[in-house]
């Protein structure tokens, strides 16, 4: 199959962050994303947090020590870092930039503090999306698990969760996820039209000159 004209004409990647509380379909929705993607990437983080059930190092996380954590750190090997819950998370610069020069679009997974790094070195090149539960009793339910926790330690991850929502008005777009299906549509909408931005697509002149005469 011959590639569609509209791949062939070079851009820069996107650069696409997706934060939210936890319990709002945030991991959901970024899966669905780099499935149906194949130019999208995650940008794997590196974190002291202990692996969750079926984590693989190199694939969801790097998973490092304190230390090994702070002399990434110190190295300046990190686009941001922030601590979230107890634990440090940061983000690889390297890949980053030789994705995006490439035409290659990443997906960045990173709360607020890390969004709000990020954005202050790379300006307007980022696309902040946030991602809100439908409501306070549908959360709630999500964040009660199997029913196993206490309601204290519920109320606590409610807590959390509120903390998070309130940085809200900083991401370009805000989807509520009511309806799965819905909010990822939204979600792919937006990377769609991000890409199609003339900003991110230096080959535009050249192709219009060479293959329209215009
Ligand atoms: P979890 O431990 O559940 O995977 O992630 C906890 C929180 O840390 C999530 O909100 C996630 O988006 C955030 N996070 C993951 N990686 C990074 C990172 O590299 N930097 C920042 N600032 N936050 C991160």
Redesign the pocket.
Known sequence: MTKPVNDKIARTGVMLV?????GAG?STLSEMLLRDNPGLAL?V???T?QP?EGEQDGV??YFRTVEGFKASCDGGELL???E??G?Y???PAAPVAERVSQGKDIL????W???K?VHDKLGDDLVQVFILPPSHAALRQRLTGRGQDSAEIIDGRMAKAAA?ISHWPDYDYVIVNDDLETAYRELSAILKAEQLKRKRRPGLAGFVKADLGA
């Open positions: 997706l934060s939210s509380p936890s945030k940008s983080s590196i974190t947090r969750r969801h996380y941001e870092w922030a979230v819950f634990n998370y940061g983000t960045f997974d990173i709360d503090q890390g969004a790094q998070e």
